[in-house]
């Protein structure tokens, strides 16, 4: 308990020290926000009065203290602060709010907009991890078992065409073969019924895990390899199991341990969205949505992608130290944080 | 050792298999060669009636930040067109001509202009529409909290200064005369009054808006087309209905029209081949020459009218532009084909300050052009003289051209490069994203030479003269005249201009401003961009329109039931929104 705390306490400290860096790179940043709403046609009054409007023309000091004093608060400092307060939109957590403002081009609440593009981004990065695990273990469970063989020189290879592979190049070739030629699948979007949103997930969840599954391939593969030579392994055979029983029951299990890792990691980052993938398949998430707001310089939008990217990194970070103890005993006992 | 040879192996392995994937996706995308599908063909002859139904299908990359027509977006002013109607409106050649209000007066002295309504407009939530609604939309629009970007294009209307900055509580300028009948009064005369009149923020809004500006009003005016809640999905869709009570009877013809946003170049061509989109917009550059190559296509694949204007910006105040002969050497020595030439479905060189087809442009008046003689004599005039033979003398120091990274500049950078270098200027290319070129190109004394462009905020030349070459456009940051250009007696034609309402007179007066710049070269005008707009023929009563892409009210389809054509999982994606799940459609002839 003590160790989780502490971790947690890091975490908080890392995401202030993120949002604080992110809120002086992209005010420090060329390029003016209220210009960028208004458009290369606007005039100087007229992009004043929005500066205005949007509270750009404070001091940086300023805003920084309304933007961290607004991001976490009561109820009733909401009502100080937010100026409309018959639209503020805020995260109720029990009693505390996360307000992080209004998109400057969108002129909706951040909240709103992330609550909107987080579970499609959720579900895509599931999908997507689902590819790459259910593939990447396989092959490269395969690859181990066939170490040498042609089979593992073609897996290796494959992973290797899949690794190099550009994302854009993968996703433009799928939608041309599965939805253009054959027309099997959605070219893009996201549907209205669930049947649709499942047909368009297809395409983008295997663009973004074929990559992920090649890596994965490799990655098992080589664990696989050095495992299967440990003298736990050969006593198995020895005492008579099969060799997939020795595989799948006892060296799978300690060869998930930096597989575990990685996947924790990678959901984190998924969060963040793809943004390639989700541009090229016109798929609503965070990736798409983040990119935007930084070439518009949409301050509160680029803060809110960025917050949410780096809570989910932490947290998965978090929770692959914990799945490692508990995956590993050696790493426990070394601990000391033994559970009862 | 091992290990380099190693690693050395993996990397050279790693370069051949991305070749191969490059060489793979190449083959399997080679269907980008393939013969374009065939159009759709019309069901009936062209002489057939208009016959109303049907949803229009558009597609986008970019998105619609705002509906509400104050926010004056350039992408949304084309859905603005359908929910708002104006008291005047633009035809197909730019020329103002009524709409909501039937007709107008103006004074002798050109002060005020009276606008008589018709009777018994209904807005889409049913209201009638009278002048008080004129008013308290004008009010709103200009309202000092209202984020308008277009609100100083207002500024002549009597009261606008009080009105906007010191919290006077009406606009005077905007005088209800009765109830079908407003009244607008201006501080001095204004030919483009009534042009102005046009665009999105002066058209009425529905009593739903009240007086002040919010950001969660449900857009809601007198257009021919509605929104409906759940219409819009930010970054997704947008899809209007007709609005049934519109004041021109039997109009719109179409039930809807619909917008997906945030899509791709390549899936956008696809589903328009597909039958999925009705009318395709934005293309690759080959995908376009194929479209306008093809005789199938050619019929229906037209140019927009040209209404950008592009050319190299020269910041006067910076050296060598400080110099005017440096600057006309640069206007004499662009070789303006090779821009052509190297996106040739939709640049064409162009040599005027404004685009061809807004009103005002005079072919007449002489333009710049290409003529190294001149140029070098130029450089010469400027104490710059270069030897093209030894490649001796010229500008010594190299000049930073800063361009928007990934755009269209970035390649005619490399043109220009050449092109100066034959006359002894030389160049470092500095490519750098769009908010960071916006905010370096457009701030005093920071860039000395970059490559700019205009689109017209409005049909009028003087839009053109007045944002990029006036001595008012001049600030320290976010100026639009980004050549930093003063000459006074381009100011004071201008100004003229602007109050001259005799059009020959006017005309000449605009002709004269282009001389000043066609001399002074505060740019050197090089292109301009047309957008290459194609349609399915089934797609009637489809006419471009300068400012609005095109005039939707009068479209009409005249399409069939569609049969699905499905592939194995046909059975699966079968539904009533064939777009949705992304399958060609054919149609049989009824």
Known sequence: MKRLAER????????????????????????????????????????????????????????????????????????????????????????????????YQQRRPVTTILAEKLPRTAMLAMAALLVQLVLG????ILAAMKRGTRADLGIVGVSLLGVSMP??????????????????????????????????????????????????????????????????IRTALAKGASRYRAVLVHALRNALVPIVTVVALDLGALVGGAVVTETLFRWPGIGALSVNALLDRDGPVILGTVLLTSTAIVLSNVVADFLYVLLDPRIRASSGDTPR | MRWIRGKAKLFYARIACSGLAMALMASATAGCREPLA??????????????????????????????????????????????????????????????????????????????????????????????????????????????????????????????????????????????????????????????????????????????????????????????????????????????????????????????????????????????????????????????????????????????????????????????????????????????????????????????????????????????????????????????????????EPHIEYVVQRQSFGEYTAQVLKQSLAKIGIRIDIRAVNFPTYLALTHRRHRVAFSPQGWSQDYPDAIDFYDSLFASKSINDEDSSNSAFYKNPTLDDVLEQAHHELDPAARQALLDRAESIVQGDAPWAFTHSYRFVNVRQPYVRNYRLHPSWTFEVREMWFDRIKDVMVTGALGPLLRSRTPERAGMATRRSLR
Not at chain 1, 42 to 60: F, H, N, T, V, Y
Not at chain 1, 137 to 140: E, T
Not at chain 1, 197 to 226: H, K, Q, W
Not at chain 2, 348 to 369: C, E, F, I, L, R
Request: glycine share 8%; with cysteine; charged share 20%.
């Open chain 1, 167 to 232: 994302t854009f190049m993968l996703g433009i070739g799928l939608q041309y073969v599965f939805a253009h030629r054959l027309k099997w699948l959605p070219l893009d979007g996201f549907g209205k019924t669930p049947r649709e949103n499942l047909l368009s997930l297809v395409l983008p969840a295997l663009t973004l895990g074929i990559f992920g599954a090649a890596y994965y391939t490799r990655l098992v593969r080589d664990e696989m390899i050095g495992l299967l030579q440990q003298d736990y």
């Open chain 1, 137 to 140: 273990v396989l092959m490269g």
């Open chain 2, 38 to 395: 065939a159009p759709i063909p019309s069901a009936q002859s062209d002489e057939a009636s208009p016959r109303r139904g049907g949803t229009l299908h558009l597609a986008s990359f970019g998105d619609v930040r705002g509906l509400d027509s104050v926010t004056g977006e350039a992408l949304a002013s084309q859905m603005g067109e359908l929910i708002y109607a104006g008291l005047v409106d633009l035809d197909a050649k730019a020329n103002v001509i009524p709409d909501l209000a039937t007709h107008w007066e103006r004074t002798s002295d050109g002060l005020t202009y009276t606008f008589f309504l018709r009777s018994n407009v209904r807005f889409h939530d049913g209201e009638e529409l009278t002048a008080d609604d004129v008013k308290r939309s004008m009010e709103r629009a200009l309202h000092p909290t209202t984020p308008n970007a277009l609100g100083s294009f207002y500024e002549n209307l009597a009261g606008f200064d009080e009105y906007t900055t010191k919290n006077a509580p009406e606009l005077p300028g905007v005088e209800v005369v009765g109830r079908y009948a407003v009244a607008f009064h201006l501080k001095k005369p204004d030919a483009t009054f009534l042009t102005l009149m046009a665009l999105m923020p002066a058209r009425p809004v529905c009593k739903s808006a009240g007086h002040r500006y919010v950001d969660t009003w449900s857009p809601c005016g007198a257009g021919p087309f509605k929104l409906l809640p759940g219409g819009w999905e930010h970054g997704r869709s947008l899809t209007l209905v007709r609005h049934e009570g519109y004041f021109r009877p039997g109009l719109p013809y179409l039930d809807a029209v619909n917008v997906t946003y945030g899509m791709n170049l390549v899936t956008q061509r696809f589903k328009f081949e597909a039958g999925v989109l009705d009318v395709l917009r934005e293309t690759l550059q080959a995908d376009a020459l194929r479209f306008q190559n093809d005789p199938r296509w050619k019929p229906y694949a037209t140019l927009e009218p040209s209404i950008q204007s592009f050319g190299e910006n020269m910041n006067t105040e910076m050296p060598p532009f400080d110099n005017v002969e440096v600057r006309r050497a640069v206007a004499c020595a662009i070789d303006r084909e090779q821009y052509h030439l190297l996106r040739a479905s939709n640049v064409s060189a162009h040599t005027h300050a404004v685009p061809a087809d807004v009103p005002g442009y005079n072919p007449n008046v002489p333009g710049q052009k290409l003529d190294l003689a001149e140029a070098l004599e130029h450089m010469r005039k400027a104490g710059f003289p270069y030897d093209p033979a030894t490649g001796r003398g010229g500008y």
């Open chain 1, 8 to 103: 947690l306490v890091w975490a908080v400290l890392v995401l202030w020290a993120v949002i604080t860096l992110t809120f002086v790179i992209n005010n420090v940043l060329p390029g003016d926000p209220a210009r960028m709403v208004a458009g290369p046609a606007a005039r100087p009054a007229d992009i004043e009065r929005i500066r205005q409007q949007l509270g750009l023309d404070r001091p940086l000091l300023a805003q920084y203290a309304r933007f961290m004093s607004r991001l976490v608060h009561t109820p009733r400092a909401a009502a100080d602060d937010v100026p409309d307060k018959e639209h503020a939109s805020c995260a109720a957590w029990g009693q505390l709010h996360i307000d992080l403002g209004k998109s």
